[in-house]
Nanobody, 114 residues
Framework: QVQLVESGGGLVQAGESLRLSCVAS????????VEWYRQAPGKQRELVAS????????RYADSVKGRFTISRDNAKNTAFLQMNNPKPEDTGVYYC???????WGQGTQVTVSS
């Protein structure tokens, strides 16, 4: 059974960095691309960042370019989202997933106060 477990969220002030983690189990993680999404209250889930299996191709939403960094550690079946200089508009529940997508995990709440 495939599981994706996100962690690392919390309440931070604007500008205070945090790093999200996503541990995958039940799959050969290295064979799949990884994506981070977020869902703000009352809004649709949106793609924040994506990373291919070999880490060659990386994409970011325009709203987070230059502030967020996606990475992965295949040996630990883990993906990361480094959030630098977060803003209040980055508040939401953050989810990871593979490509192709699987069942969603529970996500991790990020709240950025001004």
């Amino acid at each position: 059974q495939v599981q994706l477990v996100e962690s690392g969220g919390g309440l931070v002030q604007a500008g205070e960095s945090l790093r999200l983690s996503c541990v995958a189990s039940g799959i050969a993680f290295r064979n799949y691309g990884v994506e981070w999404y977020r869902q703000a209250p009352g809004k649709q889930r949106e793609l924040v960042a994506s990373l291919t299996t070999g880490g060659v191709y990386i994409r970011y939403a325009d709203s987070v370019k230059g502030r967020f960094t996606i990475s992965r550690d295949n040996a630990k079946n883990t993906a990361f989202l480094q959030m630098n200089n977060p803003k209040p508009e980055d508040t939401g529940v953050y989810y990871c997933n593979t490509t192709p997508r699987r069942a969603w995990g529970q996500g991790t709440q990020v709240t950025v106060s001004s």
